[in-house]
């Protein structure tokens, strides 16, 4: 079970984490309509797909147990539109339309009920989500530490930890599965320019945890590869196309690249809610770009030039062939991606 817990439903709010004040401090926040929950998303109190996933399912939860319709096609568009919102928050992480189109067909599949009792089932699906992703991931770190040798020194990219998810973890479910088995001799974590999501959060997860952990700088990585340092590497991931590209933290695609360079395996893990099969290829996956302020500065000390010219894009993908496998709460699937995907997604 999660070590904290990263997002909560309670009678009247909902109870996040903020991940921005981490590890210096542990706070949380407290939000009381979707608004709140846009706005967290938006600015990355919480973060990580599934979470993003949990949280907008609240989002709507909050605004059906607030709403004042009674008629079911008024109550119907009410809902719709608050699920605009939330989807306009983070364009990249599926696992966000996914929910969404969760909470709404539950209303399209029970329209002959009273309002008052799919209130209270958009409400219980909500926490099923949240209940269900910690399954997942507790799952797919069984099938992935399986892969892993008995002395395993893996290597992980951004945050794909309890704090990325409703609890456990996808990356780290894996590496927290592995370590319960005695495999893991040491986590190499990248601190993930610019936002530092493994220097903040996944070194403090695996602080908080004593499993082994040795931070390093992005451009590091090739370094302690070609020292026959690490053998394995795991990942998350915010988007799988039909084909295997993943969708994941800027500077994934380097260390898959690295990973291939040196025989490494390099795994994902993610749950099924995280593979798109309308997208075919990476290519067709849409990719945030973020405020330049985030590589200008950190917090509020500038450590750019003025005037100077600067990209932010959250995400990049890593093509399949640079895969050796994608781990699921169903196991791990294999190339060929497009079949086998496919294969598990349907089951």
Not at 90 to 109: C, G
Not at 323 to 335: L, N, Q, R, Y
Request: hydrophobic fraction near 45%; charged fraction near 25%; glycine fraction near 6%.
């Amino acid at each position: 079970m999660p070590m904290v817990k990263t997002i909560e439903w309670l009678p009247d709010k909902v109870r996040i984490i903020d991940q921005i004040r981490l590890p210096t401090e542990k706070v949380f926040i407290d939000c009381y309509n979707h608004g709140d929950i846009a706005r967290i998303i938006r600015e990355m109190n919480i973060r990580g797909a599934p979470a993003i996933g949990v949280a907008a399912a609240m989002g709507i939860a909050l605004a059906a147990k607030a709403s004042a319709k009674t008629d079911y096609q008024e109550f119907l568009a009410e809902i719709e539109e608050i699920s605009d919102c939330l989807a306009a928050t983070r364009p990249t992480a599926v696992n966000l339309f996914w929910a969404l189109d969760k909470m709404k067909q539950y209303i399209l599949d029970n329209q002959a009920k009273p309002i008052a009792e799919i209130k209270k089932g958009l409400i219980a699906l909500a926490v099923q989500i949240h209940d269900e992703d910690i399954k997942a991931c507790q799952a797919m770190g069984r099938h992935g530490a399986e892969l892993l040798p008995d002395e395993t020194f893996i290597l992980t990219h951004c945050n794909a930890g309890a704090l990325a998810t409703a609890g456990y973890g996808t990356a780290l479910g894996v590496i927290r599965a592995a370590h319960e088995l005695g495999k893991i001799k040491m986590v190499y974590v990248d601190e993930t320019r610019p936002y530092l999501q493994g220097s903040r959060l996944t070194a403090w997860e695996m602080t908080e945890e004593n499993i082994p952990a040795t931070l390093i700088t992005d451009n590091m990585a090739g370094f302690f590869m070609s020292k026959d340092v690490i053998n394995a590497v795991v990942v998350g991931a915010d988007r799988i196309a039909a084909n295997g590209d993943v969708a994941n933290k800027i500077g994934t695609y380097m260390v898959a690249v690295l990973a291939k360079r040196h025989r490494i395996p390099f795994y994902v893990a993610a749950p099924l809610s995280t593979i798109d099969l309308t997208k075919a290829n990476g290519g067709e996956i849409p990719i945030e770009e973020r405020n330049q302020r985030e590589v200008s500065h950190v917090k509020d000390i500038q450590l750019a030039p003025d005037n100077v010219g600067i990209a932010n894009p959250a995400f990049d993908i890593t093509p399949s062939e640079l895969i050796t496998a994608i781990i699921t709460e169903k196991g791990a699937v294999f190339p060929p991606f497009t079949k086998n995907l496919a294969r598990i997604v349907n089951e």
